[in-house]
């Protein structure tokens, strides 16, 4: 298992270090003057030129790489051209909107989509599967910045059940401040005994949450029900099933723990697709993550960040794809002798 | 058995399925459309139907502070007041004071005194003195002297963002503690320049000093000015929190004040919209014009719309074919459907140019000629040139972040088709929009559109000049147009400005027309301030002069 | 982004494919449907203009005085905020999105396949390089490539096309890869190596045809996702730009309004989706008529 462990560790430092190559190249790509969106649009020429300096925008491209390359190390990832702070303090201020938001969707959309599977599974071509199999259909096409302003309109101009945007009511800052302890709303709130907090964050988590869910839930269910009927279909459940074990036990004991190892491999996919689909979720519901910062970032062409928050993403789904491998190296020695 | 029964046993539920799945397409969109109220073109659901997002409370509890909350685009590129050249000028305005503010046209008094309570001229207009107010103090507890004048003034002059505004300033000597003299260069509206939103901000001494020392003093959230709101938090790109000054010279007891004000900064106008919409916010300052019209109606709603600064103005690049004729670039003129540009580019709200000078700002002038859409003259003009059916192409370049550009840019193309001109809409960043057209010749566009505005309440040495005066290597000037008539007028015009304004504006009148005549540039219209404010909220108060910023302290909730 | 093949299907074809599909997609409900749905896109890519009831907006022509209609007899779909009939923008939109999509992930697949079947084929250190190059461009989160590239060329439909085409050759390299291994040990591809022909030869004349299956299983079922990715592009403003009928771009449009004038959204929003369903529906159908399962 070391052996494992320390290879694929080895294994995604290299492909870290190839990213950064590649953001690196990316930026370089970029035709506009960036020294002049540093200042504005009524800059001076001279003050062009001497932020071209200050950002060593002048210098030859290795060189330049190298130096981004120390720079990043030491947590400097430069500073961003719209808000002339780091970058990595933007993208670190920002990143537990984010994760609150996934952490929901992820939260709704894993026990859902296995619990869909497993029903589709156990009732195959009988009205249950026939629905789940909708049901998962429909969520992995739909298109996810769609549902949102469709959930928008029906819960919040027809029904006006749900809040239209935001994190929290503004007024709550006035009234019942939330400690920002971990910058997570619901998990502050609650360690603060502040119910009301506790009550606005959630009601307005719903909405974005239930939008990125849609495609975890739709492929998860997928690849549970698929798993489970291939397990259900092994030898060792038929003779499990023969020696009279009953039906309940052998589907839910037997066959689910089996049937689930696939589905780990899906669920870091769709962890992946939250990442990049949480910046579409997050732009239709003004949420203050890191979606919004960076699609913002890429309409402003501010390179450093863009190159930032790129190099972040692909790290977490390095380190995503890794805790998934040793997981499941983990939960199956076949994996690991592969 | 696998395999075989799995196949043969699903046709039942395939049919169901099958069912199931478009009807679900289709639900989605019924449900939308059997539960969406409003199905008339004038919407007026927020009216009809008033729930809790429409009409929120005024923030206050019982014990807490009046909070009033706005939502504005505006960022902030510097917390120096020296250096301020840019959006923050918005937060700037409530946390700093100049010597006066210039008053909206409207107003018969030309200022309104605020830290100078009255000032005079010699003769020779090459003396200003401005006798300052008594008992004031600055945030830091500084007291307001003519020294903190002089000191902030000189600053402005060397180091500001706008320090151009100072140039007729020779020097600044502070007479006695609350007198300050201006000795000038060349006579020059010293009011009008103490009025500016940027470079005229008065700060503490005790600031400046420390500003010298370390150049990022300001950038965490100091401030250190006179005005009736002090910075008490600020987050970048997010969000800024005033609150009230409690030794503001201007008092709290007159009548309620907001002690609070929370600016979000929202640079998305549909964001915006969804903010007041779903009460996060009491006023939203950059509302979308597609949706504004419907507030007009809104019995909870004032509805502001006022004439602005800005106006849209398009460069022929006059250094190419065939746009170096002028009778081309006045068919290309005729071409332009003036009014549906401003039905669908400006929502209706906007009024054709007469020229670059946008209307209610000097040298302004209602003679000056305007082109009406007129296809046939159009076409006419272009056989007379040569260029009968017209036949070429050109190249149209526009910001991409500026949403009435892009909704008008296609207007444009439209019509030029109709007399046989074909043109290529490229819209990019402002920034890389500009760098082109300074750059390679070879590569300039061949028409660029621009908002304009000018930097203080003089649109004949700002507009007239920056756009079309002749220049070495363009700035403004994207038309590369260059006349030596038009650039003696102006030049002529901005000197007689301080001294003999009906002669000053007699010369720039004449350059305007000849502007239209030889039309190197397209005027399209003047553009409005639309906003809609709750009625809850009283005191509002628009100034065209001071386009970029909103004043907090007369605000007050509504009896 | 959708999932491939579970393993890849080497060879041609199993007898009766052709049979089978004809009956899945005709008598098959859910088949239908997407068999339906296909052709209509296709149809409506082609003579768009002609099936459109206000062809000149569909194509961006401006009607002054029909702005935000609701859907009525006389608008289908409603108009817009530019007076423009969006059932005519929807239909005329149908080849942005189309022509997209193909040219996507045919430019994906002529990246991906030779490098895959080329790797496949060749094993160690060649296999191991290029192995490499494609698991760096699968190391990004499907899409982020795409926006860090779109973002540093500039918005433009082209540019998005290229980098969604840039984020998805991997697959197919993967695929490619798949499909060249196994085919290797062949007696056929053994064979005719020990007569000599050259390994370019082999590669190019029998390991890259024989491939195809998956491959163009895998192709269909993204041009869907395509669809998806190149419509959230064009929302966030990556896109096509004004006054293109792109369908996400429509939507984007449509946002600052939708709270009342819910139809302007919707339904360019809608034909994404099913678009996209449809593609995702015969995806499914074409694996399971390929399950080698079902073959023994």
Known sequence: MTRFVVRRLAGSALVLLGLSVITFTLARVIPSNPAALYIGPKARPEEIERVTRQLGLDQAPPVQYLTYMRDMLTGDWGTSIGTKRPV????????????????????????????????????????????????????????????????QVVFFRNLDLLPLSGRVSADLRFTAPIEPITGLYLVDAALGWNWAAFVDASRHLVLP??????????????????????????????????????????????????ALLPVLTVVGLTLAYSLTGSFFVEIVFNWPGLGTFAVHSMLNVDYPAIMGIALFGAAAYVLINLVVDLAQAWLDPRVRLA | MKGPMKRHASSQQQRTLSLLLPATAAVLALLVAACSGSTTPAPSSTAAAPNESAVPTVSATPSGPLVLKVAA??????????????????????????????????????????????????????????????????????????????????????????SFIWAALDTITAVNPLTVELKLKYPAPMDLVASSLYGAWIVSPKALAAAAADEKFFESGIDAGTGPYTIESYTPDKEVLLTKFDGYWGGWSDTTHYDKVLISITPESVAQQQMLDGGQTDIALSLPLENIGQYRTNPDFQFIDEPSFFNYVGFFNTARKPLDDVRVRQALSYAIPYDDIIAIGAQGFGTQSRGPVPAGVFPYSPDVPQYRQDLDKAKQLLADAGYPGGGFKLELTYASENQNETRFAPLIKEAYAKIGVDVTLTPMLFNQQWERAKGDPVKRQDMFLVLYWPTYSDAGADNLWSLFHSSEKPFFNLSYWKNEQYDKLVDDAATLTATQRDAAQAKYVEAMKLLVDQAPGLFFYDTKFVTAIPKRIAGFQYNLNYPFAQFFYPLHPAN | MAIGLAQPVVGAPPRGFGHRLRRALLTDPLGFFSLVVIVLLIVMAIIGSAMAPYPMQGEGASSVTTRLFPPSWAHWFGTDLFGRDILSRVIVGARGALVVSVAVVALAMAIGVPIGAIAGYSRGRIDGALMRLTDLFLAFPPLLLAMAIVA?????????????????????????????????????????????????????????????????????????????????????????????PDWGLMVAEGRTYILDQWWVSTFPGLAIFVAVLAFNLVGDLLRDLLDPRQNA
């Open chain 3, 152 to 244: 540093a060329l500039g918005p433009g439909l082209d540019h998005a096309a290229l980098a969604l085409a840039i984020s998805w050759w991997p697959w197919y390299a993967r695929l490619a890869r798949g499909t060249a291994i196994s085919l290797r040990e062949r007696p056929f591809i053994e064979a005719a190596r020990s007569i000599g022909i050259p390994d370019r030869t082999i590669v190019l004349r029998h390991i890259v045809p024989n491939s195809l299956t998956p491959i163009l299983v895998q192709a269909t079922i993204d041009i869907g996702t395509v669809i998806l990715a190149a419509g959230s592009l064009a929302f966030i403003g990556l896109g096509a730009s004004p006054p293109a």
């Open chain 2, 73 to 162: 685009t505006a960022n902030v590129t510097t917390w120096d007041p020296v250096k301020s050249f840019s959006t923050e000028a918005l937060y700037m305005a409530n946390i700093y004071e100049p010597l006066v503010w210039i008053n909206p046209p409207s107003v018969p008094q030309k200022f309104t005194p605020a830290l100078a309570v009255s000032w005079e001229t010699s003769a020779d207009g090459l003396r200003w003195t401005f006798r300052l107010r008594d008992g004031v103090k600055f945030h830091d507890g500084e007291p307001l002297t003519a020294d903190a004048v002089k000191q902030s003034i000189e600053a402005a002059a060397t180091r500001g963002g706008a």
């Open chain 1, 209 to 258: 949450a239930l939008t990125l869910a849609a495609f975890p839930i739709g492929l998860i269910a997928r690849m549970t029900r698929a798993s489970m009927i291939e397990t259900l279909d092994q030898d060792y459940i038929r003779t499990a099933r023969a020696y009279g074990l009953r039906d309940r036990f052998v589907t839910y004991r037997l066959a689910l723990r089996n």
């Open chain 1, 88 to 151: 990595l303090e933007e993208i670190v201020s920002r990143l537990p909107a984010t994760l609150e938001l996934i952490a929901a969707a992820m939260a709704l959309a894993i026990p859902l989509g296995i619990v869909l599977g497993v029903l589709s599974a156990r009732w195959q071509r009988r009205p249950p599967d026939v629905l789940v199999r909708v049901v998962s259909i429909v969520g992995v096409s739909l298109p996810a910045f769609w549902l949102g302003l469709l959930l």
